[in-house]
């Protein structure tokens, strides 16, 4: 089974000579050639050669409701006619934040910004100015943007990662500056924790459910233990629910989970594949911004064409709430089941884990995978071959394993990925 790739051969060839690497996020790039995709609907893409694919890529998680529902694509349309930026406040800014405050059971405030590594960053920013602490913690594997005061031990080299229980921060990149007043701990280790933990420390910063290293779910009591923590200590707690938000629940991973953070970042999700995030929480904490003492701006922050996706998205996700995360458990779940029974009936170890409208496919013949370092000792180079092959068969996940589910995806959408992984899983070497 072999997908004709003519056209998107000469466009990579293209590419290459005039976009660094051939492609624009390091996200893209590919052994192979990467996907051009012509168009998108539904739970499908098709793409320059005419091969369609079942996609569980979703845009990397945005098209929470299928790719362009028809809600958000009339919202676009229409504010397009009006106005593309303004760079001035409009009336649906407002509305769209006073929705999210009562979604989101932590969100007292909100500040708009495009993407979510600005949203990030404003965050560690803000935490550091309201409590004049200069440390951030966070957790190996956990990814909040490529920025530079961020984008440290998301996938580090095992052998450069120091210790299990206080792990090294090891820079993402070539080209950034040394850590500074940024503490790395171990994911679902609640006692290294509480010895890295210091009076030094603005906030713990975490992904709720941890989706960009596998989706790992924290620990029973985890995030109940380190929230207390945090308020024994005089840090924030922040969440990044960049990928949980409006993925999990209509709140989020801390609806999901019932723990709330002090702050929390949006994204993705919550305009429906449009480039808008978000940063909320307490009152007392944004007001920092709001007194001028903590600086937040950017010319596209409430960019009304993203602002009204988001209004029509998070309308519906708020008004149609049973159905659609119903369906969204219901698809990722019977799914789940699916590929575990033919990884099973073929003999091969796989792990498939994680809450239904996201989780992902481990080969390892470990139990449980709990935190990076659990992740990193799976096979993820059969991983690798394991996404060629479904692409061959039509079926789009994230190379390392991720799945996203969305609102469009069928009953027979998750019978035919699994009759295509059946297949696939035959074609992989012996291991």
């Not at 091969?51 to 945005?62: A, E, M, R």
């Not at 799914?335 to 073929?346: F, T, V």
Request: charged share 20%; glycine share 10%.
């Amino acid at each position: 089974m072999t997908r004709s790739l003519d056209v998107s051969r000469d466009l990579y060839a293209t590419a290459q000579q005039f976009i660094a690497g051939g492609v624009s996020s390091d996200a893209r790039r590919s052994a192979g050639v990467p996907l051009y995709v012509e168009r998108a609907a539904g739970s499908r893409l098709w793409d320059v050669d005419g091969n369609v694919y079942l996609d569980y890529v979703l845009g990397q998680g945005p098209a929470l409701l299928g790719h362009c529902p028809p809600a958000v694509v009339e919202a676009v349309t229409a504010q397009v006619s009006r106005g593309i930026v303004y760079s001035a406040q409009h009336a649906a800014e407002a509305r769209v934040a006073e929705r999210l405050c009562a979604m989101v059971p932590s969100a007292e405030r909100v500040r708009f910004n495009t993407v979510g590594s600005e949203a990030a960053h404003a965050a560690w920013r803000l935490a550091r100015g309201h409590t004049g602490r200069p440390k951030i913690l966070k957790f190996e594997g956990h990814y909040h943007g490529w920025l530079d005061p961020v984008l440290y031990s998301v996938h580090p080299a095992l052998d450069a990662a120091g210790p299990a229980d206080a792990p090294h921060a090891v820079p993402g990149t070539a080209g950034q500056p040394p850590a500074a007043d940024l503490v790395v701990a171990p994911w679902n280790d609640l006692e290294a924790l509480a010895c890295l933990m210091d009076d030094q420390i603005a906030a713990v910063v975490m992904e709720p459910v941890l989706c960009n290293t596998g989706a790992i779910e924290p620990d029973p009591g985890y995030l109940r233990a380190v929230r207390e923590l945090c308020d024994r200590n005089g840090s924030l707690l922040i969440f990044d629910e960049i990928i949980t938000g409006f993925r999990l629940a209509p709140g989020g991973a801390q609806e999901y989970l019932g723990v709330h953070p002090d702050l929390s970042i949006f994204g993705k999700a919550m305009a429906g594949g449009m480039q808008v995030s978000a940063l909320a929480g307490r009152a007392d904490v944004m007001d920092t911004i709001s007194t001028g003492k903590v600086a937040h701006a950017g010319t596209f922050n409430s960019q009304p064409v993203g602002i009204a996706a988001a209004e029509a998205t998070l309308r519906i996700l708020d008004e149609q709430r049973e159905e659609v995360y119903g369906t969204l458990y219901a698809r990722g779940r019977a799914l789940m089941e699916g590929l575990r029974e033919a990884a099973a009936k073929a003999g091969v170890p796989m792990l498939v884990d994680g809450p239904g409208p996201v989780f992902q496919t481990y080969f390892t013949d470990a139990p449980a995978v709990r935190n990076y370092r659990d992740f990193a000792r799976t096979d993820r180079a059969r991983m690798a071959l394991l996404h060629a092959a479904l692409l061959e068969r039509g079926v789009n996940m994230v190379p390392r394993g991720l799945w996203f589910l969305s609102t469009a995806h069928t009953e027979a959408d998750v019978a035919a990925t699994v009759d295509a992984f059946a297949d696939a899983l035959g074609t992989l070497p012996l291991g």
